[in-house]
């Protein structure tokens, strides 16, 4: 019988003595799976591939996987189960702390973007009350307070400058008026933090260019703050948290550099 590795899997062929592999070497089951095919008394299994290559070094290292699992099973006989329970319990202990304490590290980051969500209001024009975005999406970054919603940008209209101004840690861009058709208010400009370009452009906003519609979250009451100068607004903005961004390029060159070179 001749037959892809579809074989290997589940069909069993209880006359067959003898398994020869050519040169197909998935993981460590594959190899087991493919010799277990053959099964009578003297049974053989054979991989044919050419020496020192790609699969002859992952048939190698498969059958070094099995023998060290049957090590393994050995040793587990020896061990009263009170003591494998143990011992797993104990495992499995360090590895929900060591997961809890990772699970936490990005909680953290989360939880702090969050922590002003009681904040209930809406952001609009002062012009004309077009609705800007949500009072808790504002964040302050430096003199900048704006809103840290990636939908922003469809509430306004951005005026790209020809000469954009550069600052030591920023580069304006132009300026964001009103989305209103009818309106076009100034509200303020598209900055780019040249520190955080993945989060850039940002569009602060002028604080006498709008107002806040403040709800209490108890009676429902709401509120219009105008205000000139956003630090004299009667409630702290939450100051923005650059998300701790972890390089996973480095992870993916690894997973690349292993497949198969055909
Ligand atoms: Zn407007």
Redesign the pocket.
């Known amino acids: 019988m001749i037959s892809t590795d579809v074989v290997q899997a589940g069909l069993d062929i209880p006359e067959c003595s003898l398994v020869l592999r050519y040169d197909f070497v998935p993981d460590s089951i594959g190899t087991v799976q493919a010799r277990v095919r053959a099964r009578t008394v003297g049974c053989a299994y054979y991989l044919i591939t050419t020496k020192d290559s790609q699969n002859y070094m992952k048939e190698l290292d498969n059958r070094q996987c099995e023998q060290d699992l049957k090590e393994v099973l050995e040793t587990w006989k020896g061990i009263s189960s009170d003591l494998f329970k143990e011992q797993v319990m104990k495992k499995q202990t360090s590895l929900i702390t060591e997961w809890n304490e990772s699970l936490t590290k990005t909680l953290i980051t989360e939880t702090t973007m969050l922590k002003n969500i009681e904040l209930i209001g809406d952001v609009l024009?002062r012009?004309?009350?077009?609705l800007l975005g949500k009072l808790s999406q504002v964040r302050q970054h430096g003199q900048s307070y704006f809103i840290s919603d990636h939908d922003f940008y469809n509430r306004i209209e951005e005026k790209v400058s020809s000469e954009p101004q550069e600052y030591l840690k920023t580069l304006v861009t132009g300026k964001a008026l009103?989305?209103?058709k009818n309106?076009?208010?100034e509200l303020g400009c598209i900055q780019v933090l040249k520190d955080y370009q993945k989060i850039s452009p940002i569009y602060p906003l002028k604080c006498e260019s709008i107002k806040i519609k403040l709800i209490e979250k108890e009676t429902g009451k709401e509120q219009i703050i105008l205000k000139k100068k956003w630090k004299k607004m009667p409630f702290t903005i939450p100051l923005l948290e650059i998300p701790c961004t972890q390089n996973n390029d480095d992870i993916f060159y690894d997973a690349f550099d292993i497949l198969p070179s055909d």
């Open positions: 024009c012009a004309c009350g077009y009103c989305g209103s309106c076009r208010t």
